[in-house]
């Protein structure tokens, strides 16, 4: 195989040959037809580069493996051929302009002696595995590869999540001690964010388990111990989702309490103002009725006794609701 580009570009079609002892030399696609007899291949394909469909149509993969990793739409698992794996993974998506949730799919045809990635988008830990190779910081076989990817997926998704965090943090600190009420729509934010992605976390789970029972002699026993940490890493992420989400929804609900009690304060109170002038407004009413009969119309001093006489009975009716517990 002939050496290609030291460093291919982000996001783009590439092929390393790992010698298993801890280097890589990048190779040109049109010379990764045959699989080395020591180390392994590596081989990456992005669907927007012109190169991938070319590759596939001479690999010679089987019909169900291509269909499998070049699938529009597809889910984190593990399908076991033999002494080969379809393993499908999910990373947080960090591209500009992009949502977190929004998470970008790896498709990987892993066998003894070759790896065969699929991106539609780019991966941000997919090109840390690029780096290190160009750098020295090689794996030494396919589950070592596995092993190295499953990582640096889950040291992607830690900060992301640390973030939904302390935003629900802040939230509740706003809740509890300043008394003000946050933006519900923040909050909607972070609880469908922390819901789409454990929607990925828990089925990844799920295909990195089924990489552990699985007899793949690929596999060592040093890679099973860092896939093995690598899921305990990932269920611990997708219970701190849990969490989040279920946080989220107790502050809504103490959100929804405090707005109704604030709401019901001020209904108490617009019905006892309204309780207390109820009877001076009934009284005001018969005074002003333009009929004959009214007392008062001839004594000048009529409108001065009335008046302190609707003062003292508001005075009166204050009194007893604070004495009834109503104010």
Request: with cysteine; glycine share 8%.
């Amino acid at each position: 195989m002939t050496t290609g580009p030291k460093h291919p570009a982000p996001h783009t079609s590439c092929a390393f040959l790992f010698d298993g002892s801890g280097g890589a030399v990048p190779v040109d696609l049109s010379e990764t037809g045959s699989v080395p007899d020591t180390g392994f291949l590596w081989v990456h394909l992005v669907r927007s580069d012109t190169a991938t469909t070319p590759w596939l149509e001479q690999a010679g993969l089987p019909p169900i493996i291509e269909a499998a990793i070049t699938a529009e739409d597809t889910r984190p698992r593990c399908t076991p051929h033999g002494n080969e794996a379809v393993v499908i993974l999910r990373g947080v998506n960090l591209n500009e302009g992009a949502r977190a949730e929004d998470m970008v799919s790896i498709r990987l045809w892993v066998s003894e002696h070759r790896v065969v990635s699929f991106a539609q988008r780019r991966l941000r830990a997919l090109e840390d595995i690029q780096e290190n190779a160009t750098n020295g910081l090689t794996a030494h076989s396919p589950g070592d590869f596995l092993g190295r990817l499953t990582q640096r997926l889950a040291d992607r998704a830690e900060p992301t999540v640390s973030e939904l965090n302390e935003q629900l943090d802040g939230i509740e600190e706003t809740l509890l001690e300043d008394g003000t009420l946050p933006d519900r729509g923040d909050l909607g934010e972070i609880r469908r964010t922390a819901i789409t992605l454990r929607r990925y976390m828990m089925p990844q789970r799920d295909a990195l388990t089924t990489l552990l029972i699985e007899d793949f002699t690929w596999l060592s026993d040093a890679d099973l111990v860092r896939l093995r940490e690598a899921t305990e890493r990932i269920t611990l992420l997708s219970e701190e989702l849990d969490a989040i989400r279920d946080r989220a929804q107790v502050v809504h609900d103490q959100i929804l309490g405090k707005r109704s009690e604030t709401m019901n304060h001020q209904m108490f109170i617009l019905s006892s103002v309204a309780a207390i002038f109820l009877p001076l407004g009934l009284i005001t009413g018969l005074l002003g009725i333009n009929v004959g009969g009214i007392p008062g119309t001839e004594n000048p001093s009529a409108f001065t006794l009335v008046t302190v006489g609707l003062v003292a009975m508001g005075g009166l009716l204050v009194w007893l609701f604070r004495k009834w517990g109503l104010l």
